[in-house]
């Protein structure tokens, strides 16, 4: 392999700031993938070269690094970014400088670029199986929370959609901003308390995550009181967060480290011999490793210089990823997924309770969302299952 003529690919993601906490997972999997591919002969022989950016979880500074990147590094391919906000402040700059985003990150959906890729999970395929898995209760009452904004708004209005359709109801929603004080948060818990709802759904991010989860337990409440589901609340918000605050919470994702099949133990196997150290891995690690490798196949079998001919590539591929096998739709650009519902251990990971039996077709599109036997039906048809099997699986 020849360093003469490496390709070069940006890597945009922050080891410091409010979200580095689950980005510096998306870090890490990055430089382990590209390790790996280079250690396998590189792309035609050539090294994949990554240059390194810090946007500090500030959506300003993604545009500009990845401006740079496009302009003055004449890179063509960007891994990178965890929120919609920053996703967004991207966008501009991938149209006018003909960039692709490869994006590892759950979000809202109804986007569509011909310059991004979106292997991170839409909600079919993570708020509606959380959805089903909250209305085993009888007519839950769910109290709704987040960041403000878009992200974590959608993905409450449709939460809210989904637990009104199925008998239950939402006594409440509040939105904080990344700059809300230990006093908001207190607030908030002790208006949920006066609320007494059967859930907590929450979608704090990064460091309001965090924050969230200590007001909560300086309030003295824990899972036999009210639960928390969450769509974001990962191993690594966990370990930032303190194991003993989550146990017996909810998290809906596509991955858990605690995986049993056969690609995850082999990955998490070379990560341990490469690193000597198991990986911080969640969903977003995962989707990161992932991307990274479906970039690489997809330069190898194509020309790794042509932005076109890469993302040709890429669209309809399929890769044997640590969640399952997942492949990239053709006509959306977005990816097939595994949902799972997870309960947090005293130890920082998941016991997964509900899974499906295949991979999910992502349907970033879908305008409403009601748990009825409508057009829509609430278990996607299979991507491969040849026995009719899919949906939902309870472990019991």
């Not at 989904?162 to 509040?174: E, M, P, R, T, W």
Request: some cysteine.
């Amino acid at each position: 392999m020849t360093r003469d003529h490496a390709i070069q690919i940006g890597v945009l993601f922050s080891s410091s700031g409010s979200t580095s906490v689950t980005e510096q997972t998306m870090l890490s999997a990055t430089k382990f993938a590209i390790d790996e591919i280079n250690g396998g002969g590189g792309i035609r022989g050539r090294a994949l070269a990554p240059i390194y950016c810090d946007p500090e979880g500030e959506p300003e500074l993604y545009q500009q690094q990845a401006e740079r990147l496009l302009t003055d590094s004449k890179v063509r391919v960007i891994l990178g970014c965890y929120t919609s906000r920053q996703r967004k402040a991207v966008l501009s700059v991938l149209d006018r400088a003909s960039g692709l985003l490869c994006y590892p990150a759950q979000y809202e959906g109804f986007e569509y670029s011909e310059n991004v890729i979106y292997f991170g999970a839409v909600p079919n395929q993570n708020s509606l199986f959380l959805a089903q898995y909250l209305l085993q209760k009888e007519a839950p009452r769910l109290f709704i929370v987040g960041s403000d904004y878009v992200w974590p708004r959608e993905s409450g209005r449709i939460m809210a959609d989904l637990i009104k359709s199925g008998g239950g109801d939402v006594l409440g929603q509040c939105y904080l901003g990344d700059d809300a004080t230990e006093h908001e948060f207190d607030a908030l818990i002790k208006r949920i308390e006066a609320a007494k709802p059967d859930f907590i759904f929450n979608n704090f991010v990064g460091r309001s995550n965090v924050q969230f989860y200590r007001a909560y337990v300086e309030n003295e409440l824990d899972a036999g009181q009210i639960p928390v589901a969450s769509l974001t609340t990962s191993e690594s918000d966990i370990k930032e967060i303190g194991a003993a605050a989550t146990v017996g919470h909810i998290t809906a994702a596509s991955y858990f480290a605690t995986q049993s099949n056969r690609s995850n133990l082999a990955c998490l196997e070379r990560y341990r011999d490469l690193r000597g150290a198991r990986p911080d891995a969640n969903m977003c690690w995962d989707a990161a490793y992932t991307q990274t490798h479906v970039v690489a196949q997809a330069m190898r079998e194509n020309d790794p210089d042509n932005i076109n001919a890469i993302r040709s590539g890429i669209l309809g591929r399929s890769f044997d990823a640590p969640q399952g096998r997942i492949s990239i739709d053709p006509l959306n650009a977005h990816c097939w997924v595994w949902p799972k519902i997870g309960i947090a251990r005293a130890d920082g990971q998941f016991d997964i309770v509900a899974e499906t039996t295949q991979a999910i077709r992502p349907d970033p599109y879908r305008t409403t969302y009601a748990m009825t036997e409508g057009d829509e039906p609430l278990m996607q048809p299979s991507l491969s299952a040849s026995d009719g099997s899919y949906g939902l699986r309870v472990r019991r």
